[in-house]
């Protein structure tokens, strides 16, 4: 049997699962920061599965200034682990500060889909017009609000119809196109 056979699933099962956490704990880093309401059920959610690994982390690493560093090493800390894994079952075994400065184009590019899928999912949401009161649409808004508003002020709405995310999702993807190969390229990343 082909090492590969069994490294494919390996891989897939390792990116999955540490990149959805590793996309979890960048959430709360952001909520934190966006200041996003504490109780919202969907923060309490994100609370809650990352709490458990942040609270021995964050005796060691302090926030400052309402910002959660302690998150965001954790999310570098997993995002590494992925890079790392990912590497060794490909290529063999990568080194460990290699795989520390690989991890931060994707924990870039973890970001920017964070925003981009909330732009997004924020539009699809207007089409259908769901309860203004649900806790989804709060996080929502508090996360793509500092990308909409300006966007908003450059590009009015049009004969009632709001082009701005369209502005916004543009910009996002033309900002990972443009700062991830500099990014990877410049870290050496063999991903």
Known sequence: MDRSYLANPAVFLIQTLLGLYALVVMLRF????????????????????????????????????????????????????????????????????????????????????????????????SWINPDPFNPALGVLRRLTDPLLRPAQRLLPPIGGLDLSPMLVVIGLVLLEMLLLPPLKLLTGSPL
């Not at 059920?41 to 021995?56: A, E, G, H, M, N």
């Not at 309402?66 to 060794?88: N, P, Q, R, Y």
């Open 30 to 125: 952001l909520l934190q920061l966006l200041r996003v309401d504490f109780y919202n059920p969907l923060s309490q959610f994100v609370v809650k599965l990352t709490s458990p690994v942040l609270r021995p982390l964050r005796r060691v690493i302090p926030g400052y200034q309402g910002i959660d560093f302690s998150s965001l090493v954790l999310a570098w800390m997993v995002k590494s682990l992925e890079v790392f894994l990912v590497v060794w079952l490909l290529r063999g075994s990568p080194p460990l500060l290699g795989a520390l400065i690989w991890s931060l184009p994707e924990l870039c590019a973890v970001t920017l889909n964070i925003f981009l899928f909330a732009v997004l999912i924020q539009v699809i949401l």
